[in-house]
């Protein structure tokens, strides 16, 4: 089993940053892909990034290419997501994921029912 706990979440006014971390424990998880997924207040969680485990394959959801970073430290075993020029609309509980079946793949897909494990969540709100 893998337990995944976030944190990093805040407040911030738009155009600011955030820095959110996953730390796992219970066993390690150098060999899955790891991704981050959010969830706006009456939506449904989608897909935000995803970071393969060696860390040289990565993907986004369009809506933040080129303001968010996925990242990983499998020495650490935590993922991290930094988060650059924050808009409102990035508000919502950002969970991370882990996927253990394809491990030491380049896997890194978008699909929320792939990944095995999940955090609690944690909170980023952007308001002015």
């Known amino acids: 089993q893998v337990q995944l706990v976030e944190s990093g979440g805040g407040s911030v006014q738009p155009g600011g940053s955030l820095r959110l971390s996953c730390a796992a424990s219970g066993r390690t998880f150098s060999g899955y892909t790891l991704a981050w997924f959010r969830q706006a207040a009456g939506k449904e969680r989608e897909f935000v990034a995803a970071?393969?485990?060696?860390?040289?394959?990565?993907n986004y959801v369009d809506s933040v290419k080129g303001r968010f970073t996925i990242s990983r430290d499998n020495a650490k075993n935590t993922v991290y997501l930094q988060m650059n020029s924050l808009k409102p609309e990035d508000t919502g509980v950002y969970y991370c994921?882990?996927?253990?079946?394809?491990?030491?793949?380049?896997?890194?897909?978008?699909?929320?029912?792939?990944?095995?494990?999940w955090g609690q969540g944690t909170q980023v709100t952007v308001s002015s």
């Open positions: 994921a882990a996927e253990s079946k394809r491990r030491y793949s380049i896997y890194v897909g978008s699909s929320l029912t792939e990944y095995d494990y």
């Open positions: 970071i393969n485990w060696s860390g040289n394959r990565w």
